[in-house]
T-cell receptor, first 113, second 111 residues
Framework: DADVTQTPRNRITKTGKRIMLECSQTKGHDRMYWYRQDPGLGLRLIYYSFDVKDINKGEISDGYSVSRQAQAKFSLSLESAIPNQTALYFC????????????FGQGTRLTVV | EDQVTQSPEALRLQEGESSSLNCSYTVSGLRGLFWYRQDPGKGPEFLFTLYSAGEEKEKERLKATLTKKESFLHITAPKPEDSATYLCAVHGSSNTGKLIFGQGTTLQVKP
């Protein structure tokens, strides 16, 4: 089983719909992240959380919200999806003990039509 | 502002033809430089962490090196299965806990 699991893996939704992407991890890490990846733009940070009560905006948080339901769960919501939110979304985790390498999920490919 | 620039954007090699990928960075207080491999449609897979200039790490045909301004990922005698996008990221003291990624180098190794 994957250490970082994202659901769904693929999703097509219509403009204006609300959609939630979910992430769960079994690594026991405190820190969780949501990134989006677009061709030519690399990985950009949307939101990050250092523990259940700590949520922070990344560089491109507009149009997104998150919820840290438990140490192991971190969900990303698009309140009203728009076509330029079509991208590959990744959840990642890292620990807080000095080793900051992040471990990524397999990604969610989201298409907004 | 922390920045990471990778070059080239794309690299085509023949099997066995060694080469290097470059990652130039600007960061206030480097706490770590990371290399990842990403296959199409999959999440990045962690390869190496380098913490200080002069440090080197090796794994199979890959060797990562670090100076105060850049890192190199050397690929020795590559095989087709080394084809992937290689991502570089930095963690700086002004971005506690966050990784800043470069745009990646897409490597294609032809048999």
């Amino acid at each position: 089983d994957a250490d970082v699991t994202q659901t769904p893996r693929n999703r097509i939704t219509k403009t204006g719909k609300r959609i939630m992407l979910e992430c769960s991890q079994t690594k026991g890490h405190d820190r969780m992240y949501w990134y989006r990846q677009d061709p030519g733009l690399g990985l950009r940070l949307i939101y990050y959380s250092f523990d259940v009560k700590d949520i922070n905006k990344g560089e491109i948080s507009d149009g997104y919200s998150v919820s840290r339901q438990a140490q192991a769960k971190f969900s990303l919501s698009l309140e009203s999806a728009i076509p330029n939110q079509t991208a590959l979304y990744f959840c990642a985790t890292s620990d807080s003990g000095g080793h900051t390498e992040a471990f990524f999920g397999q990604g969610t490919r989201l298409t907004v039509v | 502002e922390d920045q990471v620039t990778q070059s080239p954007e794309a690299l085509r090699l023949q099997e066995g033809e060694s080469s290097s990928l470059n990652c130039s960075y600007t960061v206030s207080g480097l706490r770590g430089l990371f290399w990842y491999r990403q296959d199409p449609g999959k999440g990045p897979e962690f390869l190496f962490t380098l913490y200080s200039a002069g440090e080197e790490k090796e794994k199979e045909r890959l060797k990562a090196t670090l100076t105060k301004k850049e890192s190199f990922l050397h690929i020795t005698a590559p095989k087709p299965e080394d084809s992937a996008t290689y991502l570089c990221a930095v963690h700086g003291s002004s971005n506690t806990g966050k990784l800043i990624f470069g745009q990646g180098t897409t490597l294609q190794v032809k048999p």
